[in-house]
């Protein structure tokens, strides 16, 4: 039992340190969904991953959404798309990482129901909505929403862009999301004539867009929600407040005594 939750404790320490998981999601792509998902997932996979998971629901027609990671750690939980119990009819599939989770559960008397710090970003979400999201997360992060009740799906990137995510859109709103580029190529090659690049989605920035009857999308707002020089809207590890003007000259002051 003790060596079981060693190796638990060093997997979540690897993982913690390196960038180990991939995300990907197509919406609105009407020929070959099941072909294009598992070859394109593929592509993304080549460092072999040691978990995977697309998910495909009848309510989001033309729409899959998928998620691979190199180390399993914590197998029920730590696998995404996220679903909660709570909000059963949203996921949430992220490349991050969040420092400030355990203190958002203190701060908003969030319940969770898994050990993975992803898990805030539904909470924030469902509870105050994809603004007040993004700004309240402290961490590195490149995340997507489906809100599958309201047909809503959100990107979000952190605020000086650590974690990557790509994305393609074209004319006819079909949306292709993932942490690279190369697995996009293949959905941008799908959409032919009308073609559009492969692009990043720039740093402390965060779309909605509708999600329609037939699984196309409609952008509503993009819109950057920060930019360097910003005060951080979460609650800082040290408080702003607790910084005096002078803290430096009063620490050198005690330094050289
Ligand atoms: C999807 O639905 C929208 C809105 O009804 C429509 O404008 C669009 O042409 C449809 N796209 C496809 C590929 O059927």
């Given at each position: 039992?003790?060596?079981?939750?060693?190796?638990?404790?060093?997997?979540?320490?690897?993982?913690?340190?390196?960038?180990?998981?991939?995300?990907?999601?197509?919406?609105?792509?009407?020929?070959?969904?099941?072909?294009?998902?598992?070859?394109?997932?593929?592509?993304?996979?080549?460092?072999?991953?040691?978990?995977?998971?697309?998910?495909?629901?009848?309510?989001?027609?033309?729409?899959?959404?998928?998620?691979?990671?190199?180390?399993?750690?914590?197998?029920?939980?730590?696998?995404?798309?996220?679903?909660?119990?709570?909000?059963?009819?949203?996921?949430?599939?992220?490349?991050?990482?969040?420092?400030?989770?355990?203190?958002?559960?203190?701060?908003?008397?969030?319940?969770?129901?898994?050990?993975?710090?992803?898990e805030c970003i539904l909470h924030l979400y469902h509870e105050f909505g994809i603004?007040?999201?993004?700004?309240?997360?402290?961490?590195?992060?490149?995340?997507?929403?489906?809100?599958?009740?309201?047909?809503?799906?959100?990107?979000?990137?952190?605020?000086?862009?650590?974690?990557?995510?790509?994305?393609?859109?074209?004319?006819?709103?079909?949306?292709?999301?993932?942490?690279?580029?190369?697995?996009?190529?293949?959905?941008?090659?799908?959409?032919?004539?009308?073609?559009?690049?492969?692009?990043?989605?720039?740093?402390?920035?965060?779309?909605?867009?509708?999600?329609?009857?037939?699984?196309?999308?409609?952008?509503?707002?993009?819109?950057?929600?920060?930019?360097?020089?910003?005060?951080?809207?979460?609650?800082?590890?040290?408080?702003?407040?607790?910084?005096?003007?002078?803290?430096?000259?009063?620490?050198?002051?005690?330094?050289?005594?």
């Amino acid at each position: 039992m003790r060596q079981v939750e060693h190796i638990v404790y060093l997997c979540v320490f690897i993982s913690g340190t390196t960038e180990m998981c991939g995300i990907w999601a197509v919406f609105g792509l009407t020929s070959n969904i099941h072909g294009q998902c598992s070859s394109t997932f593929y592509k993304i996979s080549h460092r072999g991953p040691d978990a995977w998971r697309l998910e495909y629901d009848q309510r989001m027609k033309n729409c899959c959404v998928g998620f691979h990671r190199l180390t399993i750690v914590d197998t029920i939980y730590g696998m995404q798309p996220m679903k909660l119990h709570k909000y059963p009819s949203s996921m949430v599939i992220c490349n991050g990482e969040l420092y400030n989770c355990k203190r958002l559960a203190e701060q908003y008397g969030f319940e969770y129901e898994t050990y993975n710090d992803v898990e805030c970003i539904l909470h924030l979400y469902h509870e105050f909505g994809i603004e007040e999201c993004v700004k309240n997360l402290d961490g590195v992060f490149g995340f997507c929403i489906v809100d599958i009740a309201k047909r809503k799906v959100f990107l979000g990137r952190d605020p000086y862009g650590v974690r990557p995510i790509f994305k393609v859109l074209s004319e006819t709103g079909v949306l292709g999301i993932c942490s690279e580029a190369k697995g996009l190529i293949e959905i941008e090659h799908e959409l032919k004539g009308d073609r559009k690049k492969v692009a990043p989605l720039p740093p402390g920035t965060f779309e909605e867009y509708d999600l329609l009857e037939n699984g196309t999308v409609k952008l509503v707002r993009s819109k950057k929600y920060f930019s360097p020089g910003d005060k951080p809207a979460f609650r800082p590890f040290v408080l702003y407040e607790d910084l005096s003007p002078n803290a430096h000259t009063d620490n050198i002051r005690k330094l050289s005594h």
